[in-house]
């Protein structure tokens, strides 16, 4: 009898149905982790063209530009804060300490738009007294940072806010910085996307600036693949040799009571 016989004989079947959808299983994972690496390889060709793209001045036409796919790109933008409409991006840390980012709209010049400024951290004492008007930048300022896209959604485990109702008060700490829904509680046109302020080495005070710490690798994906597929081929290519053994075996004698 052949090794394939063998295999689907009433004696191995079951085992070789099982042997079968392991061997599928470990080569879908294997086919998973090459989709994360193309995802991956994709998210690095994308912010890399950002980051080296030249500086975006907020202002004119690039107010209409797609800023949603221009994340990660370096801009500038000159305006006045609009601090009646300042809120807070809660659970954000400096150096272990517990606090918030303040997200504040900058009213473009010569616009009726705003872009909202990550403009950095503050300690939770500071968050919870409901005064932060000690941070306040008033007048015409400058800001230059990065674009970065809004959260339309909370990550696995992450608590959703609220929908601000018409005619209630607005929110003023947020979980994350969901553009669509903020705009709802602010009487004027956002952007598409919020500046996150890049530090200065001119300012030392609070808020603390922040930038995104970005690692542009493959990651480990592409040696996951080829584990799973080793394991699959080990599984698939050793399963007969096994029956082989197994069968070449004497049967066991019953000793005798």
Not at 40 to 56: G, S, Y
Not at 71 to 87: C, H, L, M, P, W
């Amino acid at each position: 009898m052949s090794i394939v016989s063998r295999m689907f004989s009433r004696r191995w079947f079951i085992a070789t149905l099982l042997v079968a959808v392991g061997v599928a299983a470990l080569t879908r994972l294997g086919i998973w982790q090459l989709d994360r690496l193309d995802q991956r390889r994709a998210f690095n060709a994308r912010v890399q063209a950002q980051i080296d793209a030249p500086l975006l001045v907020l202002t004119g036409e690039a107010l209409s530009a797609d800023l949603f796919d221009m994340e990660y790109r370096q801009v500038q933008a000159t305006g006045e804060y609009d601090f009646s409409n300042q809120i807070a991006l809660r659970n954000q840390y400096w150096e272990n300490q517990w606090g918030v980012h303040l997200i504040t709209p900058l009213i473009i010049s010569g616009s009726q738009q705003a872009i909202l400024v990550d403009r950095g951290w503050i300690p939770a004492e500071d968050f919870e007294s409901g005064d932060w008007s000690k941070f306040d930048e008033p007048g015409q300022i400058t800001v230059n940072g990065v674009l970065r896209r809004p959260q339309v959604k909370a990550e696995l485990g992450g608590r959703s806010d609220p929908t601000p109702a018409p005619g209630s008060a607005p929110l003023k700490a947020w979980n994350f910085v969901n553009i669509e829904q903020i705009a709802r509680q602010i009487p004027y046109t956002l952007l598409p996307a919020y500046l996150q302020q890049a530090p200065d080495s001119t300012w030392s005070a609070m808020p603390y600036r922040t930038q995104p710490e970005l690692e542009l690798t493959e990651g480990p994906h592409l040696s996951y693949a080829m584990q799973w597929f080793a394991f699959a081929t080990i599984l698939g290519l050793g399963y007969p040799f096994f029956i082989r053994r197994q069968e070449r075996k004497p049967p066991t004698k019953k000793s005798d009571s």
